[in-house]
């Protein structure tokens, strides 16, 4: 298993996809940072219109507003990558090689899955840092209070919504490697799953009222957020859990079976 | 131990109505090079699909290096393989292609650089993929194919895309490899380069096997052609007649007589013309090459 974990390692640092994502979370981070805090005068500095005020930002919770601002966009990098890291071994005729090499299967599946997961901790953990970096180079033009930030209720909350972000960020990203392996090409793969998050859960959940809490984007994406009134945290995590459990099982046993025949 | 580096025992794959390999039955012995031919969609692919675990046989059963190919993973470590031409990330170099392949098999990372060197990419290790030429690629594909050491390698059109020195090279290279005990399995289109090296052919048509043995048997049993060319074009109607009226078939070919007949008779065909008053400038036994006698077992005409 640590061989197949190693090899997908060299593939995912390789210099165009680590540098490419580091360079694309830490731009999202210092954006998404930067509207809150540059536009704090402004009446709606953050997504659809919302408005956090320097107030609410001097709270201990202010410390992780900016990473979890982010934390929807981080699901949808994840995706990506699981999604094209994948489907590409098809894509490519390169799946031929690792069988010969590892022809135990399923070791193959959940060693990338292992290495996939690790590059995901590195990714949230850089937009952690620059997210929280930048909130406090900004704090002061908008006369935003950090003083309560490093308390240990600041501290708390900021692991609190670290462990949530990169929860529903791997839970994106195992969703995209199952699309992944269901349509064994990068290119439909990363589309079905943008078009479903972004488009189709949002359509659904405004047209039918209640039917949120049963789509499984929403309530990875809910993970994240830490839970909301209308949809609990706990009930997000299960009903994630379940979908991707089944998803998972569905296409591994594909992946176990299925002919490898390009 | 078995002394067996493949042997296959009506091995089948079904694909639809479509039967891609059809009661498939052959064996190649250890420290052999076996050439593996056959036209395109005869089933060489597949086959060799089946024999690495890639692809599920329908039925039939078939063993590599003493162990069923239901269970790749006890002969798999002692394979190296290139299927179907070089498959890696474009975005890679050719060295880190392989770290990823040898961290993946657990094989030592400095056997990256000594493959790449023999196979003549030392000084391109670190390219992109994606840059090198088709010749590089197959070079590349032959390199990741040496990493474990194998004691069986098979190969799948390795020639592809080389230059007549880059075939040369993967010639010798095969060569040298079965000399050390290493056994070949080689499919190629380049029967010229099979016949040189191959003493064991298998060769495939509509997804059967129509010969397996050693080469030489079946070059041997191929009918051998009387060449012959008379000094004044103007005998060449008597020699024809001779030649028939012998019970032989006779064909004019480019100001030449091919006579298909026993290489014994070229002497008594020789003293007949000798006595019709005819001198002949030429006379030679030839035997059919590997690529004719495959064209005569593999076309529909040949074959029925």
Redesign the interface.
Known sequence: ML??I??EA??LR?P??ALSTTAIVAGLSVLFTSLVYLRINSGHNTRRGEFVSAAQLSQATGIGYGFKLVAAFLGLVALCIFASQTA?EYT???L?????????RMKILVGKCIAMVVFAIFMVTVTAIITVAASYLLAPGAKVNTNLWATSAGLSYLGHTFFNVLLSTIGFGLFGMILGLLFRSPITAISVGVLWNLILENILSAALSGSAKWLPGQNISNIGEGGTIDLSYTRSLLMSALYLAVGFAIVASLFK?R???N | MSNLAISVSNLTKVYGERAAVSSANFEVPLGTICGFVGPNGAGKTTTIRMLLGLIAPTSGTGTVLGHSINEPEKFLPYVGAMIEGPAFYPALSGAENLRVLASLGGFPQERVMELLELVGLGDRAKSKFKTYSLGMKQRLGIAAALLPNPRLLILDEPTNGLDPSGIHEVRELMKRLAAQGTSVFVSSHLLSEIEMIAEYLVMLRNGKVIFSGKTESLLEAQQPIIIAKPEYAVDMPKLVAIAQQSGHIASVVDDELHVLSPAEWSATFNRLAFEAGITLANLATVRPSLEETFFELTTESGAN
């Open positions: 061989r197949v190693y090899a060299r593939k390789r165009t996809l590409q490519y005729g390169t031929r090689n690792l069988l010969v090499r590892q022809p135990a079976k002919d490898v025949a």
